[in-house]
């Protein structure tokens, strides 16, 4: 089985930062790409940071220059910075990782549960 865990949210007034965690377990052979998504009250689950094995990132053009996404591959775990947050980054923020198991060595994308960011105005 494999696991991801978040960890990090939270209320925050607007400007303010927070620093999002989510570590990969289990039966893991491989990571490739890791990322962060989020899904706000009534709108669809929307892409927000990615990042390579090799430490190549995407951002959304809402989030660039105030959100920085981070990988340590020794910790499976990634990590997203947010910075100068605002009310409209109020969202429920999702960890996803593609990842290959040990001993079938199948990929499969795997999901956290979700960690609630809160920005108040």
């Known amino acids: 089985q494999v696991q991801l865990v978040e960890s990090g949210g939270g209320l925050v007034q607007a400007g303010g930062s927070l620093r999002l965690s989510c570590a990969a377990s289990?039966?893991?052979?491989?990571?490739?790409?890791m990322g962060w998504y989020r899904q706000a009250p009534g709108k669809q689950r929307e892409l927000a940071a990615t990042i390579t094995s090799g430490g190549t990132t995407n951002y959304a053009d809402s989030v660039k220059g105030r959100f920085t996404i981070s990988r340590n591959n020794a910790k499976n775990t990634v990590y997203l910075e947010m910075n100068s947050l605002k009310p409209e980054d109020t969202a429920v923020y999702y960890c996803?990782?593609?990842?290959?198991?040990?001993?079938?060595?199948?990929?499969?994308?795997?999901w956290g549960q979700g960690t609630q960011v809160t920005v108040s105005s």
């Open positions: 996803k990782a593609y990842i290959q198991r040990s001993l079938v060595y199948s990929w499969a994308d795997y």
């Open positions: 289990g039966s893991i052979s491989r990571i490739n790409t």
